[in-house]
């Protein structure tokens, strides 16, 4: 395979992220390397263990098709205004209907002061697929 001027400078540019950054860009989005990610069955254990949990549906649109009992609805979109209302001394766990969205909520939240912040591995299907009960 010959490699064309691009492709060398696009190796060069991965090369120089993973060497400056740790591959900390990598990590953070790789959901096995997060420790932030609980199983249906320990996300179900934690709301079980420990008193006032906030649970976040990131989801835009399909909050009213279902959620996780006693959760709030705030989009990706709408977290800041959640991060400012929200008592940061809680314990949060966020999911979406989706996929990719609860982890970079959950980061987000992280950022903005949360110190206790999970996301459902599989949202919320491996929620209702685990036989979970859930609201409408």
Known sequence: MKWSHAMAYYAI???????????FVFKRTTPDVSPLW???????????????VVVIDVSRCYYGNGHLPGAINYP????PAAASIIDKSK???VYCHGTGAPLASAYR???AGFDHVYALRGNYGA????????EN
């Open 13 to 23: 540019f991965l090369v120089v992220v993973l060497a400056v950054t740790g591959g």
């Open 38 to 52: 609980l199983t249906p069955q320990e996300a179900k254990n934690l709301l079980a263990q420990t008193p006032d």
């Open 76 to 79: 990706k979109c709408s977290l």
């Open 91 to 93: 314990t949060v766990l």
């Open 109 to 111: 939240l992280k950022e």
């Open 127 to 134: 929620w209702v697929d685990a036989g979970y009960p859930v």
